[in-house]
T-cell receptor, first 113, second 112 residues
Framework: IAGITQAPTSQILAAGRRMTLRCTQDMRHNAMYWYRQDLGLGLRLIHYSNTAGTTGKGEVPDGYSVSRANTDDFPLTLASAVPSQTSVYFC????????????FGSGTRLTVV | GQNIDQPTEMTATEGAIVQINCTYQTSGFNGLFWYQQHAGEAPTFLSYNVLDGLEEKGRFSSFLSRSKGYSYLLLKELQMKDSASYLCAVFMIKAAGNKLTFGGGTRVLVKP
């Protein structure tokens, strides 16, 4: 593993199903983030975690939950998927100061039908 | 709320120069990032401006004016591989946690 790994790469999901998007980093970054990217709307923050054991809500948190049991992993769960959650999801991490920029995973393309 | 504006799309010719403008009105400001994102890929870091002025890095330069809430990314000697989206993002340090808020992105198409 080098950087941030997201899984799956893509998924087609039936509405109403539960889904967890996985994110793992090996840079020992304190802070991790989940963004969704939709055409014309740019990247919008869903949830974030400043350090293991803490999480916070971003700009568009409804319908999503996260956990941060350890430094490396930051899964995103859709409890009951809806078509409006069709998007590309990016996980990112930073050293906490942010000055070195955020490192992004390769993304998960999710389609809810 | 946060407002970060950049043009939706720009077209330029190979070898030319393109300037992508970004204006922002945010509740805080600790720096401005520019990211490049090729279609279907993750955003990658290009530049970070904290103080006013021009930062040059090879063919890419980024400018910041904090008093005007304005930044631009300058791409010189355009190459076909520069066809991508360019994302402007404002970084804010908050007690509840640091935030990076993005504009909608500018898609740049480089033509031969």
């Amino acid at each position: 593993i080098a950087g941030i790994t997201q899984a799956p790469t893509s998924q087609i999901l039936a509405a109403g199903r539960r889904m967890t998007l996985r994110c793992t980093q090996d840079m020992r970054h304190n802070a991790m983030y989940w963004y969704r990217q939709d055409l014309g709307l740019g990247l919008r923050l869903i949830h974030y975690s400043n350090t293991a054991g803490t999480t916070g809500k971003g700009e568009v948190p409804d319908g999503y939950s996260v956990s941060r049991a350890n430094t490396d992993d930051f899964p995103l769960t859709l409890a009951s998927a809806v078509p409006s959650q069709t998007s590309v999801y990016f996980c990112a991490s930073s050293d906490g100061t942010g000055a070195q920029g955020y490192t992004f995973g390769s993304g998960t393309r999710l389609t809810v039908v | 709320g946060q407002n970060i504006d950049q043009p939706t799309e720009m077209t330029a010719t190979e070898g030319a120069i393109v300037q992508i403008n970004c204006t922002y009105q945010t509740s805080g400001f600790n720096g401005l990032f520019w990211y490049q994102q090729h279609a279907g890929e993750a955003p990658t870091f290009l530049s970070y401006n904290v103080l006013d002025g021009l930062e040059e890095k090879g063919r890419f330069s980024s400018f910041l004016s904090r008093s005007k809430g304005y930044s631009y990314l300058l791409l010189k000697e355009l190459q076909m591989k520069d066809s991508a989206s360019y994302l402007c993002a404002v970084f804010m340090i908050k007690a509840a946690g640091n935030k990076l808020t993005f504009g909608g992105g500018t898609r740049v198409l480089v033509k031969p």
